[in-house]
C-alpha cells in the first residue's frame, strides 16, 4: 500500500513538473519574426469589401494587412507609445502608402488606441504561421555589436531601395544588433535574392524563421 501511494505521489511530482516547465517555455518563447515601424488603420470605405485573402472586410473584426506576410498568419501588434498590444490575423495586403509597415482594422486600431491619432509606431511580433507555411526565411546581413558598424549596412541597403529590419538580440550577455530584409516562403527564392547581394558587395546569409 505503501509502496502504491508513493509512486502515486511521485507521479504527481512529475506532472506537476512538467506543467510547470511547459508553461515556463511558453512564457519565454520569442517571435518567429518581428518589424517596428508606422501602422495605420482603415474602415468604413472598406467595409464589405473582398480582402487578399478572399474574405470580407468586416471593420469591427481583429484583422490587418500587410505587404509581405502570408495570408492568415496571426502577429501580435504593440502600440509603442502606449504599450497596448493586440492579436490579429493577416488577411490583405497593403498598406502602400509610404514607408507604413501594417493597415490595421477599425476594430483592431481601437484596441491599439491609435483611431484619432491615425497611425502609430509599433511593433509587429510574427506568433503563428498559417497551417500550409512550415517555415519562412529572410536574408541576414550580419550580427553587429556597435550600431554605427550596423548603420552602414543599412545605408547600404536603402540606397539599393530596400528597408531594412534591424532587430536588438541578446546572447551571451552581449547586445547585437541584427540586419534583415525581406520574408520569403521560398527556399530557392530566397538563396537567388542572396546570389543577387552578394554580387552586389553586400553579403548576406539566408535564415530560417
Request: net charge positive; aromatic share 10%.
Amino acid at each position: 500500500m505503501r509502496t502504491k501511494v508513493f509512486f502515486q505521489f511521485l507521479l504527481l511530482l512529475i506532472s506537476i513538473s512538467l506543467t510547470a516547465g511547459g508553461c515556463a517555455h511558453m512564457h519565454k518563447r520569442h517571435p518567429l519574426w518581428q518589424q517596428v515601424g508606422i501602422a495605420s488603420w482603415y474602415g468604413r470605405d472598406f467595409h464589405g469589401k473582398p480582402t487578399a485573402s478572399g474574405k470580407t472586410y468586416n471593420m469591427y473584426a481583429l484583422t490587418a494587412a500587410h505587404r509581405t506576410l502570408p495570408l492568415g498568419t496571426l502577429v501580435k501588434v504593440t502600440n509603442l507609445s502606449n504599450h497596448k498590444h493586440v492579436i490579429v490575423e493577416i488577411n490583405d495586403r497593403g498598406p502602400f502608402v509610404g514607408s507604413r509597415i501594417i493597415d490595421m482594422s477599425y476594430g483592431a486600431a481601437r484596441r491599439l488606441g491609435m483611431v484619432k491619432t491615425g497611425v502609430a509606431k509599433v511593433r509587429v511580433e510574427v506568433i503563428r504561421l498559417p497551417k500550409n507555411c512550415r517555415f519562412l526565411y529572410t536574408l541576414q546581413f550580419g550580427a553587429f555589436r556597435h550600431i554605427k558598424n550596423a548603420s552602414q549596412v543599412i545605408e547600404k541597403l536603402e540606397d539599393m531601395g530596400y528597408k531594412p529590419v534591424v532587430e536588438r538580440w541578446n546572447a551571451h550577455g552581449h547586445k547585437y544588433y541584427r540586419i534583415r530584409v525581406g520574408l520569403f516562403r521560398d527556399l530557392a527564392e530566397a538563396k537567388k535574392m542572396a546570389q543577387n547581394f552578394d554580387m552586389a558587395g553586400i553579403p548576406c546569409i539566408v535564415i530560417a524563421l
